[in-house]
């Protein structure tokens, strides 16, 4: 006799299992089968973690990882659905994006607002995540205020609104997926330029990470101070990538000077492109813990796909 389908929910803490304390703060109080309970389905509830996202280490992932990649294995789960806090909710899908087999449905969904919020937007979310895991499409998608956003390319870019996410037009990867590895044993930092910025940052991390990315300036640019420290990195070993902290618009790596873009590339650093920091820490993570060329996991085979909104 057949096993009835199942969605796994996995949760992981977040605003969506927050209630509000005594002293006014947010704190993920709510379990999963307290989530579990709102929705029409046949669920199976993992109580993975209870945390904000913004503690999520790699550690975390790659256990998470372990446990989709379990349950992704069993005839009867027809899809996961993770709930998750909208802080790093970005990382954590493209962490399960880059490994993802393509077989069945992975759903990451959140709140902006508190579990026991009047007016809380969690509810609607479950619910329309859920009914986009019925749907049966493979992949790693984002689910939040009624958009539909793929893994790869997801980006938060506010702070409360209820659509609180978007899709950067990064294309889709050409060597994905990639066998799953341990992140953890890979750290990566991420590394704020700003104007003036010193070497002494970046001499400082190089000693405790095996891979940077660098929040550069405009279209990927630094101090000639900071690329000094940037080029010794290279000249060490140690992977970079140069990304931007400007909201839209690829890196282009194409000024001289010592902290110049077109002068770091020549030592090997690596474009981003249209990848932000975040999800370009996961890549570069990922490249280190496979043996994958760092370049290779930035590449674009074909132009994005278009996602209704």
Known sequence: MCKAMTIALIATGGTIACTTQE??????????QQLADS??????????????????????????LATVHELLHRAEVEGILITHGTD???????????????TKPVVLTGA????????????RNLQD????????????????????????GARKNHTFHLNGFESMPVGEGSIFPLPLAALAQHPVAILAAYPGAEA???????SHFAG???EGLGSGNM????????????????????????????TSLAYGGAGGGATLADKGAVNAGEFRPGQARILLAAALATGTPVVKVFETAVAPKQYAR
């Open 23 to 32: 002293d006014g703060s947010l704190v993920p109080t709510v379990s999963g």
């Open 39 to 64: 929705l029409d389905a046949d669920i199976e509830v993992i109580e993975f973690r209870q945390l904000d996202s913004s503690s999520i280490t790699l550690e975390d992932l790659d256990e998470l």
């Open 88 to 102: 790093s909710m970005e990382e954590t899908a493209m962490a399960l994006s880059i490994f993802d087999p393509g």
């Open 112 to 123: 902006q607002r508190s579990f026991d919020h009047p007016n809380g937007d969690g509810p």
């Open 129 to 152: 995540a859920v009914a986009l895991i019925k749907q049966a499409q493979p992949g790693v998608f984002i689910q939040f205020g009624g958009m539909t956003i793929p893994a790869r």
């Open 200 to 206: 002494v940052l970046v001499d400082a991390a190089s």
């Open 212 to 214: 940077l990315v660098i």
């Open 223 to 250: 101090g000639a101070g900071m690329g000094e420290g940037v080029a010794r990195a290279l000249d060490a070993g140690i992977s970079v990538v140069v990304s931007t902290r400007v909201p839209y618009g690829k």
